[in-house]
C-alpha cells in the first residue's frame, strides 16, 4: 500500500516539476520576445507577467529580480550563439566562408542588436556575463582557426598564434560594449577591421 502512495508522491512531483517548469520556459520566451522588441529598459516585469501568463509574483519567486531574469534570457541566447558559431568553426569550410559566415552571423543578429540595445553596460552581473562568454573560446580553438588561415594565405604565417589570441580576445570585449550600441555601418566597420585589419579585403 505504501509503494502505491509512493508512486502517487512521485508523480504528483513530477507533474509539479513540469508546471513549474512550462510557467519558467514562458517567462523567459515572454522576456526575449520583449527585449527584442523595446529592449531591456523599456521592458516591465508587469508586461512579462501579462504576457507569460503568469503573476508577478512568480517571476520574483522564480528569478527573485528583473535583471536576474534578464541575465537568464541573456545567458539562454549566447548560448544559442555558441552552439552556432561551434558549428561554423568546427566545419570543414574553407577558411574565408567561415570567416564570412561569423561576420554575417553577427551584423545580421537583429535579435542581440535588440537584446543588447540599451543593457545597463554598468551592471555587473551583465558584464560578467558576457566576460565570462568572450573568454568560453580556448587558445587552443583560435590557434586552430588561426592555422588554417595560415595555410590558406588569409593569416600572416609571421603572426604567432598567441598574438592572434590576445587580439582576438580584447576586440571581443569591445564588440560586446560597444559596437551593439552603435548604427550598423559602425558594427560593419568594427568587424571588418576585426578580421581584415585596416588595409585589408572587406567582406562582401
Same mark, same amino acid.
Request: contains cysteine.
Given at each position: 500500500?505504501?509503494?502505491?502512495?509512493?508512486?502517487? *508522491?512521485? $508523480?504528483? *512531483?513530477?507533474?509539479?516539476?513540469?508546471?513549474?517548469?512550462?510557467?519558467? /520556459? &514562458? !517567462?523567459?520566451? &515572454?522576456? $526575449?520576445?520583449?527585449?527584442?522588441?523595446?529592449?531591456? /529598459?523599456?521592458?516591465?516585469?508587469? $508586461? !512579462? &507577467?501579462?504576457?507569460?501568463?503568469?503573476? @508577478?509574483?512568480?517571476?520574483? *519567486?522564480?528569478?527573485?529580480?528583473?535583471?536576474?531574469? !534578464?541575465?537568464?534570457?541573456?545567458?539562454?541566447?549566447?548560448?544559442?550563439?555558441? *552552439?552556432?558559431?561551434?558549428?561554423?568553426?568546427?566545419?570543414? $569550410?574553407?577558411?574565408?566562408?567561415?570567416?564570412?559566415?561569423?561576420?554575417?552571423? @553577427?551584423?545580421?543578429? &537583429?535579435?542581440?542588436?535588440?537584446?543588447?540595445?540599451d543593457v545597463d553596460w554598468n551592471n555587473k552581473a551583465i558584464i560578467e556575463l558576457l566576460e565570462d562568454y568572450s573568454n568560453k573560446y580556448s587558445p587552443n580553438t583560435v590557434f586552430k582557426i588561426c592555422e588554417q588561415g595560415k595555410e590558406e594565405g588569409y593569416i600572416d604565417p609571421n603572426i604567432p598564434n598567441e598574438a592572434v589570441f590576445d587580439y582576438v580576445t580584447t576586440l571581443t570585449t569591445l564588440f560586446l560594449s560597444k559596437s551593439l550600441k552603435k548604427e550598423t555601418a559602425y558594427r560593419n566597420g568594427l568587424y571588418n577591421l576585426f578580421f581584415y585589419g585596416l588595409i585589408g579585403r572587406k567582406s562582401d
Open positions: 500500500m505504501s509503494y502505491t502512495i509512493n508512486g502517487d *508522491n512521485m $508523480e504528483k *512531483n513530477n507533474g509539479y516539476l513540469r508546471r513549474t517548469m512550462k510557467k519558467k /520556459n &514562458a !517567462i523567459l520566451n &515572454a522576456c $526575449e520576445s520583449l527585449l527584442i522588441k523595446k529592449g531591456p /529598459n523599456s521592458t516591465s516585469i508587469a $508586461e !512579462i &507577467a501579462k504576457v507569460a501568463k503568469v503573476s @508577478q509574483v512568480s517571476i520574483y *519567486n522564480y528569478f527573485g529580480s528583473k535583471i536576474a531574469l !534578464i541575465k537568464t534570457v541573456l545567458d539562454r541566447y549566447m548560448n544559442k550563439m555558441i *552552439n552556432t558559431i561551434d558549428d561554423i568553426l568546427y566545419s570543414n $569550410e574553407p577558411f574565408k566562408d567561415k570567416i564570412d559566415k561569423l561576420i554575417k552571423l @553577427q551584423i545580421t543578429d &537583429a535579435i542581440a542588436n535588440s537584446m543588447f540595445s
